[in-house]
């Protein structure tokens, strides 16, 4: 038998949980870095959590619509720099093709950090009529961001995947019920596949995309008091598309402009779910997300090990709709195997031994609750699949809890610097102007603006802002992020 060794986890998430996450993507095998700075080698294990959502959302878009394509890596530079505001947004995170061997281009290509601008371009020459709108594009591609401050996998990384929606719109009603719209299916998403719940609101004018009318984003909460942008919908109104002239003729005869929104989420939601859920034994994966459901552990001794084995076949068939794991390894002790999943967040572990199989049963154990239960051999398949949906609602309402007790309101700035510095998210009167809010982001070294809720951001007529005392414009939720 092989030697027995630990892989677990060796920091407490409430103690460093810097260190605690980059044991969990690492140990659980969901990704690396490569040799490249920043850049995330995505391992099998991490791969299935994006192949899952890719499946959730794509069915969720084309549903609506939306039909899938594929733009170019490379954007020449005279196409990124003809929106002004976009450009300069992205100017410190652009990484730049300058060279085709070792001869000069005779201009850069900017590697794409996002798609506005490649994208319009080619609808310019798609769009002439009003039966060619509403235009609905998405893509699933890589972006490149050449982050400058500390990487992380997945959080940050300058390489990542993402999907990106483009959308053109004949009227601005459209265009915003269609933003809205997709904000929504990525709140159900995480929602309803991450167990994750998330807060969802519009970004100030200082955290809008840059060249947006607005922008609406999906934000979660994490365990050590730092909110995370998971999704974004943006209302590009008709900025993108007076730059690269796209027009076309309505019912009317007349000459019009569409209108324009993007929308996005990307691989750095895997380290957001990471982190909400797992715990100081490991990863603890949300069972609508994880590839195997289950596995299936034999105890075996020499005079039973046939039996035992056959009955473990028989279950992995029987529960074949869950992609179970039959670990049947002797080179490793049925302890060791506990460890090993459990550490790798299958959501359910069954073990089987003779005494077991004697009586019929097996012993289920939820990755989340670490509680054994017997089960009948002839029950299972329900079993299994009521635990699954339980497991789920459970680790939901165990999040949601813990973001509702964070989110606090005040009314005085002692209590605003105080509680943002315990992690808290809190929620103020605010005056919406962007040196306001660099101000307070100055003042507490890193609080930002989150969102303006959808619900709830109401201020009473003569409400001030709690920084500058200038009008109130809306309630405005405030933290740390990364």
Same mark, same amino acid.
């Given at each position: 038998?092989? @030697?027995?060794?630990?892989?677990?986890i060796?920091?407490?998430?409430?103690?460093?949980?810097?260190?605690?996450?980059?044991?969990?993507?690492?140990?659980?095998?969901?990704? =690396?870095?490569?040799? !490249?700075?920043?850049?995330?080698?995505?391992?099998?294990?991490?791969?299935?959590?994006?192949?899952?959502?890719q499946?959730?959302?794509?069915?969720?878009i084309?549903?609506?619509?939306?039909?899938?394509?594929?733009?170019?890596i #490379?954007?020449?530079? @005279?196409?990124?720099?003809?929106?002004?505001? /976009?450009?300069?947004?992205?100017?410190?995170?652009?990484?730049?093709?300058?060279?085709?061997?070792?001869?000069?281009?005779p201009?850069?290509?900017?590697i794409?950090?996002?798609?506005?601008? !490649?994208?319009?371009?080619?609808?310019? $020459?798609?769009?002439?009529?009003?039966?060619?709108?509403p235009?609905?594009?998405?893509?699933?591609?890589?972006?490149?961001?050449?982050?400058t401050?500390?990487?992380?996998?997945?959080? $940050?990384?300058?390489? #990542?995947?993402?999907?990106?929606?483009?959308?053109?719109?004949?009227?601005?009603?459209?265009?915003?019920?269609?933003?809205?719209?997709?904000?929504?299916?990525?709140?159900?998403?995480?929602?309803e596949l991450?167990?994750?719940?998330?807060?969802?609101?519009?970004?100030?004018?200082?955290e809008?995309?840059?060249?947006?009318?607005?922008?609406f984003?999906?934000?979660?909460?994490?365990?050590?008091?730092?909110?995370? %942008?998971?999704?974004?919908?943006?209302?590009?109104? %008709?900025?993108?598309?007076?730059?690269?002239?796209?027009?076309?003729?309505?019912?009317d005869?007349?000459?019009?402009?569409?209108?324009?929104?993007?929308?996005? #989420?990307?691989?750095?939601?895997? &380290?957001?779910?990471?982190?909400?859920?797992?715990d100081?034994?490991?990863?603890?994966?949300?069972?609508?997300?994880?590839?195997?459901k289950?596995?299936?552990?034999?105890i075996? #001794?020499?005079?039973?090990?046939?039996?035992?084995? @056959?009955?473990?076949?028989?279950?992995?068939?029987?529960?074949?709709?869950?992609?179970?794991?039959l670990?049947?390894?002797?080179?490793?002790s049925?302890?060791?195997?506990?460890?090993?999943?459990?550490?790798?967040?299958?959501p359910?572990?069954?073990?089987?031994?003779?005494?077991?199989?004697?009586?019929?049963?097996? !012993?289920?154990?939820?990755?989340?609750?670490?509680?054994? %239960?017997?089960?009948?051999?002839?029950?299972?398949?329900?079993?299994?699949?009521? =635990?699954?949906?339980?497991?789920?609602?459970?680790?939901?309402?165990?999040?949601? =809890?813990?973001?509702?007790?964070?989110?606090?309101?005040?009314?005085?700035?002692?209590?605003?610097?105080?509680?943002? &510095?315990e992690?808290?998210?809190?929620?103020?009167?605010?005056?919406? =102007?962007?040196?306001?809010?660099?101000?307070i982001?100055?003042?507490?070294k890193?609080?930002?603006?989150?969102?303006?809720?959808?619900?709830?951001?109401?201020?009473?007529?003569?409400t001030?802002?709690? /920084?500058?005392g200038?009008?109130?414009?809306?309630?405005?939720?405030?933290?740390r992020?990364?």
């Open positions: 038998m092989a @030697k027995e060794m630990t892989r677990g060796t920091v407490k998430k409430e103690e460093d949980i810097s260190e605690w996450y980059n044991q969990i993507i690492e140990k659980a095998e969901l990704a =690396e870095f490569s040799e !490249v700075k920043g850049c995330l080698v995505i391992r099998p294990n991490g791969m299935a959590i994006w192949e899952a959502m499946q959730f959302f794509d069915k969720a084309k549903s609506h619509g939306v039909r899938n394509a594929y733009f170019p #490379f954007i020449p530079e @005279k196409y990124f720099k003809l929106e002004a505001e /976009h450009a300069e947004g992205f100017t410190p995170e652009v990484a730049w093709v300058t060279h085709a061997g070792d001869e000069p281009l201009e850069r290509l900017a794409r950090p996002t798609s506005e601008t !490649v994208m319009c371009t080619s609808f310019a $020459r798609w769009v002439r009529s009003h039966r060619d709108l235009v609905l594009i998405n893509q699933w591609c890589n972006v490149v961001r050449w982050e401050k500390s990487t992380r996998p997945f959080l $940050r990384s300058r390489e #990542f995947l993402w999907q990106e929606g483009h959308c053109l719109h004949a009227t601005q009603e459209e265009n915003e019920g269609f933003v809205k719209l997709i904000l929504m299916e990525y709140k159900r998403m995480f929602e991450h167990a994750v719940p998330v807060l969802v609101g519009v970004k100030t004018a200082k809008k995309f840059a060249g947006a009318r607005n922008t984003a999906c934000e979660a909460f994490m365990p050590d008091g730092k909110a995370l %942008q998971m999704a974004t919908s943006h209302d590009l109104g %008709q900025g993108f598309v007076k730059t690269f002239n796209i027009r076309y003729t309505g019912e005869g007349q000459e019009h402009m569409p209108f324009h929104n993007s929308w996005g #989420f990307s691989t750095r939601s895997i &380290g957001g779910m990471v982190m909400v859920h797992s100081n034994n490991g990863l603890v994966l949300p069972p609508r997300i994880a590839y195997n289950v596995v299936i552990i034999p075996m #001794f020499d005079k039973s090990r046939t039996d035992v084995l @056959k009955a473990c076949e028989k279950l992995k068939q029987e529960l074949s709709e869950f992609n179970p794991i670990d049947d390894r002797e080179e490793y049925p302890g060791w195997k506990f460890n090993e999943y459990e550490l790798k967040g299958i359910i572990r069954i073990e089987l031994g003779p005494r077991d199989l004697d009586s019929g049963q097996a !012993v289920l154990v939820r990755r989340d609750k670490k509680e054994k %239960q017997f089960v009948k051999l002839s029950d299972m398949r329900s079993v299994v699949a009521e =635990e699954l949906e339980q497991m789920h609602h459970d680790l939901f309402d165990k999040a949601e =809890e813990h973001l509702k007790s964070l989110m606090v309101s005040v009314d005085n700035w002692d209590d605003f610097v105080r509680l943002t &510095g992690g808290k998210l809190v929620k103020i009167p605010f005056c919406g =102007e962007p040196e306001c809010e660099d101000w982001k100055e003042k507490t890193g609080v930002t603006s989150r969102c303006i809720p959808l619900e709830g951001s109401e201020v009473k007529p003569g001030k802002c709690l /920084h500058c200038k009008d109130a414009k809306y309630m405005t939720f405030f933290s992020s990364y």
